[in-house]
């Protein structure tokens, strides 16, 4: 009585992680969709302003400067989010059973929660 009982929990538990993990995932992902948008739109801005400046006979440093760190502010959002991404996916292939270790790459048993080759814990 007891095993199905605990068995359906821990069923449970692991289709709330994945869905989590999905849910997480979509929201991250819709994040970078649109800061790679915003990035493409610095990156136009910033050739405007060179080309504007080309145009004008006058480059402004100034306006560039500030066009380049926009440009790099934006791009280390979608660094991070893409790490991020790429983090829940890890632990969403570590919830499916099928993970490798991140530390030394040795194909992880389903469910353990360190790396029997390596000792590293595994990632959520
Ligand atoms: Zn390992």
Redesign the pocket.
């Known amino acids: 009585m007891e095993n199905w009982k605990e068995a359906l929990d821990r069923g449970v538990l692991a289709v709330s992680v994945k869905t989590e993990a999905m849910v997480e995932s979509g929201r991250v992902r819709s994040a970078l969709t649109a800061a790679r948008r915003d990035m493409e739109a610095a990156v136009n801005d910033l050739g405007f302003q060179y080309y504007n400046g080309w145009l004008s006979g006058g480059l402004d440093d100034a306006a560039l400067l500030a066009a380049c760190q926009r440009v790099q502010e934006i791009h280390g959002e979608v660094l991070a989010l893409q790490n991020r991404l790429d983090r829940i996916q890890a632990g969403r292939r570590t919830a499916e059973g099928a993970a490798f270790?991140?530390?030394?790459?040795?194909k992880?048993i389903p469910g353990s929660r360190y790396?029997?080759?390596?000792?590293?814990p595994v990632g959520r």
């Open positions: 270790c991140a530390a030394c790459g040795k992880l790396c029997d080759g390596c000792g590293a």
